[in-house]
């Protein structure tokens, strides 16, 4: 006696999880270009001399921060500039970093 097996539903189940897996970078996709478009361009990192690469690379340099309260605005490198959420850091010699950016040398701004 043979006994019949049905894979519909595991085969279902199979191409639903497809469907998702191939659709979840897309989301992310989108996600991520909501964000960057949320957020100031205060340079582009793609014109930066490789001089400023380098700096940024070996500071631990990253566009946003993880930490609320840590963050380039907050720090005593950071010269904000004229246009919103952007400034200059001098650890950087004066190259542009965002205001919510951050890197290992975080040195908060003292209170008056």
């Keep these: 006696m043979t006994s019949h097996i049905s894979l519909a539903p595991n085969s279902l189940a199979r191409r639903n999880f497809l469907t998702l897996a191939a659709g979840a970078p897309l989301a992310l996709l989108a996600a991520g270009r909501t964000r960057a ?21 070996s500071l631990g340099y990253v566009e946003v921060s993880a930490d609320p309260k840590k963050h380039c605005g907050g720090c005593s490198f950071f010269s904000a500039a004229a246009q919103g959420g952007c400034g200059t850091c001098q650890l950087l010699g004066g190259g542009p970093v965002r205001a919510d950016a951050l890197c290992n040398s975080f040195a908060a701004k003292a209170h008056a």
């Design 37 to 57: 478009a949320d957020t100031p361009a205060c340079y582009d990192p793609a014109t930066l001399p490789f001089s400023q690469k380098g700096r940024r690379r």
